[in-house]
């Protein structure tokens, strides 16, 4: 694992939570901070041939994506920038992260322009929602192909035809050189804001809602339907059991399917 590169994206994930509209939505906690560098990961790999940017060992965890050496340089690599920790109890203990607006260090090389970018969007369109957030990551192709305790596969995620973002250059650039750069570091961020965009205007329609009348029509319509389930049932305790094979299912792999 990158430690240096896994420090930066946590720092640039929090910094960009700052900027979120709802002031829940700008502090973070462990479990969103692992999920959007996870994001951002998936995304590199497909431009590299299924190799990650950060270089964390992924894996099939109860949440999720997780690694152990990623969740340990949290703590220090937030502090390290001067992230506020809010550690609140209640059913679960948990904490909160906030950027208390220090600054952070800039990325390594150009190679996390992607990682960058995935990040800083990911973060505007999920802010601290787990639950939108958790539901988005669990169909992504590492996940639906690999079950619990597993290692995650990103060579599933690679597109051939997307360009790859090469190592940086060591030899000294021209002005010319360094202006057609950042121009196709603009064109390549401009790609990414446009498939995000597309992407969150697709989620906002599913969103939209109606709201429900509770009126007399509606207690009627309630009350017939209750009088088809024929006689109620007596609570139970029952213990369901789940083949394990269901981790490597087809319904797993195509979650359209019917």
Known sequence: ?????????LQIALTAAKDNDDW???ELGDIHLIKYLYLADLEY????????YTGIPWKFHHFGPWAVPLWERIEPALLAMGAEKKEISAEHDFVRWRDAGQGRSALLDKQGVIAKI??????????SNTEELLHHIYLTKPMLSAAPG????????????????SPPEKKTLSQGQLKRQKERQARMQSRFKERFKAVRASKQKQRVKVEPRYDE???EGVAF???????????QTLTCSISPELWKSKARHDPDLP
């Not at 694992?1 to 994206?9: F, G, P, Q």
């Not at 790999?45 to 990650?52: I, L, P, Q």
Request: a negative charge; hydrophobic letters at 35%.
């Open 45 to 52: 790999a497909k431009h590299n041939n299924g190799e990650t």
């Open 150 to 165: 597993e290692m995650l596969d990103f060579s599933l995620v690679v597109e051939p035809d997307l360009p790859k973002i």
């Open 217 to 219: 029509v509606f207690s």
């Open 118 to 127: 995935v990040i800083e969007q990911a973060v505007k369109e999920y802010g």
């Open 1 to 9: 694992m990158n430690t240096e590169r896994v420090d930066t994206l």
């Open 24 to 26: 829940q939505d700008r």
């Open 225 to 235: 339907l209750d009088s088809l389930n024929g006689q109620q049932i007596d609570n």
